[in-house]
């Protein structure tokens, strides 16, 4: 009877170790794979990083920057992503800069703390600046 309870034992703490595994590695790959930022740019999260994959931005800023080779595809969109608890990320996004004087006229990339949260149904993404401002939503293609 006590190898019975022992063996038991033995079979649920290696049922709870397992488990734990298991969740613990789902979280971790959450974000991969390809998003929609908004309509006409895509990017793709491959680890701690995301590449934009689709770049067709009609406002002038951005059309600035694309002619310059600050933005496009291929360009690095985030930078740095990692868990940081259970289905939130942190990391940097790759923001325009420019002049307010020329507010169309791209001088650069500045890169910007951010938080990701990603939805427990995995499809969608909520983005925030480190001040807690600046909220977007943006989804899985």
């Given at each position: 009877?006590?190898?019975i309870i022992k063996l038991s034992g033995i079979i649920i703490l290696s049922m709870l170790i397992g488990f734990g595994f298991v969740s613990c590695g789902e979280d971790d790959l959450g974000l991969n794979g390809e998003w929609v930022i908004r309509n006409?740019?895509?990017?793709?999260?491959?680890g701690s990083n995301g590449t934009i994959t689709k770049c067709e931005d009609t406002d002038p800023l951005s059309l600035n920057a694309i002619q310059k080779g600050y933005y496009g595809v291929g360009a690095l969109f985030y930078r740095n992503i990692k868990s940081s608890g259970y289905l939130t990320y942190t990391g940097q996004e790759a923001f325009l800069s420019y002049n307010s004087g020329s507010p169309n006229v791209?001088?650069?990339v500045t890169w910007y703390n951010i938080t990701l949260?990603?939805?427990t149904d995995g499809e969608s993404v909520t983005r925030r600046m480190e001040s807690g401002t600046g909220a977007a939503t943006f989804y899985r293609k």
């Open positions: 009877m006590k190898n006409g740019f895509e990017i793709r999260i491959n791209a001088t650069g949260t990603l939805a």
